[in-house]
Every structure is written in structure tokens, then in C-alpha cells.
């Protein structure tokens, strides 16, 4: 199994962690979350069930990519060590025990009720964190290498030369180690170039 190390969002920040590239018998099938986000890229409102199963399968695929730290280390770190999540979850367990022994005419409330603990359980992480983790657990395009010019590979260049350090270490984007390294050499390269071009000028 393959491991690497990502900065991958988390709200308007980052975060590093190392993922792990899994295998399609690990991860749950794409159908049901496709049909979903189609729903949501043309603005039609999600049932309360629709929000729940996304939720699940992107807690789902979460936790098959990410390998330090765990998912249950974030949950941890996420929800603060006060126990809250666990808290949650005992009492829906308690609610939905205790809707097998009420009445027909409480049974709507109770329901409801679940469904707002079940959404709260399952809303674990940032949106853009748990969607872009399932993104890599289905093998969807996230880099933005893609996006790399030759003036923010030389710009890149020039920072690292005057602050220290790498020309990754200055361009903005999700990028795998991979990428970093040929972020690095290329800029390294193109900032060369330029120099040497520059003194061979300065010598005329």
C-alpha cells in the first residue's frame, strides 16, 4: 500500500497528514454519493436522509485514507478531550432503543430528533477536509499542479533564496510529496537559468 504525505484543507487553513491510497474493495461504492453531489452541484435541497448517507460515506472513505493521524485521533483532537462526540452518539443510541417501546403519536418527534444527532455525529470534520480525503480515497484528481506557472515557480525561487528554505515551500496548493519534489527541482532549474542569463548580461 502506497503512503504520503499531504497539507489538504481544514476550513481556511491547512493540515498535514499522511494518506494511505486504498484499495476499491475498501472503500464504499460511488453510486450513492454521486447521485448526491449531482443534487448539490445543481442547488436541489438534500432529504435529511441524503445528508446522513453523505456524511457516512465520506466518514467511511476518511477513515480508510488517513494513517496518521487516524480518524480517531482527529475526532479526538477535533471534538477536544471533553468527550462530546461520545456523548452524542450514546444518546442516539438511547433514543433509537427507546423508540422501539413508544407510541405511534411520539414516534415523529423521536425521529426527528435522531436525525438531527445522526447529521451532528456525522459532521465531523470541515466539509472541505472530509471532501477532499474522499476524493483521494476514490482516486479523483486533487492536485493543483496543474495550476503551477513559470513566473510562481521563479517567484517561489526567489523567496526561497531570500527567506530559506524550498521553492514548495512558497507556492500555495494541494500537492503531493511528489509534486513537492518537482516543484523544487524545476523551479530550481528556471531560477538557475535566469540567473546565469542575468550575469552573462550584466557582463556585456
Known sequence: MKYEWLLIPFNESEMLVEIKYPKLTQIPEACRLNIINEKLQKCIELTRQEIIDRYNIQEQCCRVVLNRPT????EIEVHGRDNVLEY??????????????????????????IDDLKISCGNILPDNTM?????????????????????KLLLAYSKARLFSGKPSDYVSGLFTDGDRQNIDNYATFLGGEEEINRNRNRGK
Request: cysteine-free; overall charge neutral.
Open 71 to 74: 480518524f480517531q485521533e482527529l
Open 88 to 113: 452524542k452518539r450514546k444518546k442516539l443510541a438511547e433514543l433509537e432503543e427507546k423508540l422501539k417501546s413508544i407510541s405511534s403519536s411520539e414516534k415523529e418527534e423521536l425521529h426527528r430528533q
Open 131 to 151: 471532501t477532499t480525503l474522499t476524493n483521494i480515497a476514490y482516486g479523483v484528481d486533487i492536485s493543483d499542479l496543474k495550476t503551477i506557472t513559470k513566473e
